[in-house]
T-cell receptor
Framework: EPEVTQTPSHQVTQMGQEVILRCVPISNHLYFYWYRQILGQKVEFLVSFYNNEISEKSEIFDDQFSVERPDGSNFTLKIRSTKLEDSAMYFC?????????FGQGTRLTVV | AQSVTQPDIHITVSEGASLELRCNYSYGATPYLFWYVQSPGQGLQLLLKYFSGDTLVQGIKGFEAEFKRSQSSFNLRKPSVHWSDAAEYFCAVGGGGGFKTIFGAGTRLFVKA
């Protein structure tokens, strides 16, 4: 069964550093998403991406965040200058016409 | 506004007892509805989904959910809980066709022997 894959599973970074979280969506999907879950809290929408541009973003998705689909298969989330409060599990998802399929997440720890 | 409410932050049931987790939603159009389960430190596993048709849907691990449009509810049920069901359960709405998925705050299930 096709699945969304995310790498790395866990990343530790120093405050102020840039990080790139990587995702390989399901190959025939058209819509791509990033979500965030701070420890012990609910899953929050960050951004959706379609046809090589952002289609919707939440208020969390400020100028320090960016997304890209660099090569037609990968979908990345970049955090430019990480803060302690960016520590969270980040989920990538992709969809076509029905439900979104979620990856297993990248746990980002900012120290 | 689109939202999902899970009124119970946590629930404790005895192993072998029945379970019902509540979920209410607010959504402008006909919703796609989902239940996910998450073990500590793990990803999201889809238990079941409702798009249309029969309002009682069956999922994995013996779970079922019933869509009630008049009550804007999508409650999750299981007739007999196992200790391995202890986890966090998230109800969600939307998703698909480019629409974002909106999650509830979750209900943590504890199972006692």
């Amino acid at each position: 069964e096709p699945e969304v894959t995310q790498t790395p599973s866990h990343q530790v970074t120093q405050m102020g550093q840039e990080v790139i979280l990587r995702c390989v969506p399901i190959s025939n999907h058209l819509y791509f998403y990033w979500y965030r879950q701070i420890l012990g809290q609910k899953v929050e929408f960050l951004v959706s991406f379609y046809n090589n541009e952002i289609s919707e973003k939440s208020e969390i998705f400020d100028d320090q965040f960016s997304v890209e689909r660099p090569d037609g298969s990968n979908f990345t989330l970049k955090i430019r200058s990480t803060k302690l409060e960016d520590s969270a599990m980040y989920f990538c998802a992709s969809s076509w016409y029905t439900e979104a399929f979620f990856g297993q997440g990248t746990r980002l720890t900012v120290v | 506004a689109q939202s999902v409410t899970q009124p119970d932050i946590h629930i404790t049931v005895s192993e072998g007892a029945s379970l019902e987790l509540r979920c209410n939603y607010s959504y402008g159009a006909t919703p796609y509805l989902f239940w996910y389960v998450q073990s500590p430190g793990q990803g999201l596993q889809l238990l079941l989904k409702y798009f249309s048709g029969d309002t009682l849907v069956q999922g994995i691990k013996g779970f079922e959910a019933e869509f009630k449009r008049s009550q804007s509810s999508f409650n999750l049920r299981k007739p007999s809980v196992h200790w391995s069901d202890a986890a966090e359960y998230f109800c969600a709405v939307g998703g698909g066709g480019g629409f974002k998925t909106i999650f509830g705050a979750g209900t943590r299930l504890f199972v006692k022997a």
